[in-house]
C-alpha cells in the first residue's frame, strides 16, 4: 500500500509570491494534519483537517490556509512568502482524529 | 505552557554501547505519547504509542517506557544504522506536540 504522499519534494520561491503544497493520505485515513519544520527543530502543527473540516489550527499567522477534498487529500496554501517560511513541510495521515500518524516524506520550500 | 523537552540534545555512542533519551512532558490530558526516528531530509518514521503510565513496547534493539510524566527510550547494543533524530511528540487535543529531539550518531 502507498504511504502519504506529498509534492513536490523540493521548490524554490521567491519573497512575496504564493505556494500550494499537495498531501495524499494512507487510503482509508480521513484526518491529515500538516506541520512545519524549521532546521534542528520539532515539527510545529498548522492545521487538521477530518472529513474536510477544520478541527485544528496551530499559532501561524493567516497567510497560512489548507483544505481537503472529497477524496481526503489535501492542500496546504502559504501566500505573501517570507524568509522564515523556508521550512520542510510534512503532512501526516491517521483514520481519525485520535489515532496513530503516519506521515509523508515532506516538502523542503526554499524562500529566497 | 504545553511543553515536550528531550535530552540529551545530542548522543554519539560506540557500537554496542547502550544508552537512553529522555523525554519529559508537562501536558495536561495526555491522549498517548509517541516516538519517532527521522533521518536527514525525511519524513518522521513511526516508532511507537504508549498511552498509560507503566506502559513498555519493544522494537528490535529499542525499547520504549512512560511515567506519568516522562518518557525514555533505551537502545540497547546500537548499530550505525540506528544513527538519526529521535522525535517524542505528546498527542495533545486535536495536535501532536513534538520535543526537538536527539540527534544519535553511533560509530564503528
Known amino acids: 500500500d502507498a504511504g502519504v504522499t506529498q509534492s513536490p519534494t523540493h521548490l524554490i520561491k521567491t519573497r512575496g509570491q504564493h505556494v500550494t503544497l499537495r498531501c495524499s493520505p494512507i487510503s482509508g485515513h480521513k484526518s491529515v494534519s500538516w506541520y512545519q519544520q524549521v532546521l534542528g527543530q520539532g515539527p510545529q502543527f498548522i492545521f487538521q483537517?477530518?472529513?474536510?473540516?477544520e478541527r485544528g489550527r496551530g499559532n501561524f499567522p493567516d497567510r497560512f490556509s489548507a483544505r481537503q477534498f472529497p477524496n481526503y487529500s489535501s492542500e496546504l496554501n502559504v501566500n505573501a512568502l517570507l524568509l522564515g517560511d523556508s521550512a520542510l513541510y510534512l503532512c501526516?495521515?491517521?483514520w481519525g482524529t485520535g489515532d496513530g500518524y503516519t506521515f509523508g516524506s515532506g516538502t523542503r520550500l526554499t524562500v529566497v | 505552557e504545553d511543553q515536550v523537552t528531550q535530552s540529551p540534545e545530542a548522543l554519539r555512542l560506540q557500537e554496542g554501547e547502550s544508552s537512553s533519551l529522555n523525554c519529559s512532558y508537562t501536558?495536561?490530558?495526555?491522549?498517548?505519547l509517541f516516538w519517532y526516528r527521522q533521518d536527514p531530509g525525511k519524513g518522521p518514521e513511526f516508532l511507537f504509542t504508549l498511552y498509560s503510565a507503566g506502559e513498555e513496547k519493544e522494537k528490535e534493539r529499542l525499547k520504549a517506557t512512560l511515567t506519568k510524566k516522562e518518557s525514555f527510550l533505551h537502545i540497547t547494543a546500537p548499530k550505525p544504522e540506528d544513527s538519526a533524530t529521535y522525535l517524542c511528540a505528546v498527542h495533545y487535543t486535536d495536535k501532536l506536540i513534538f520535543g526537538t529531539g536527539t540527534r544519535l550518531q553511533v560509530f564503528p
Open positions: 501536558v495536561s490530558g495526555l491522549r498517548g
Open positions: 501526516a495521515s491517521s
Open positions: 483537517y477530518y472529513e474536510k473540516e
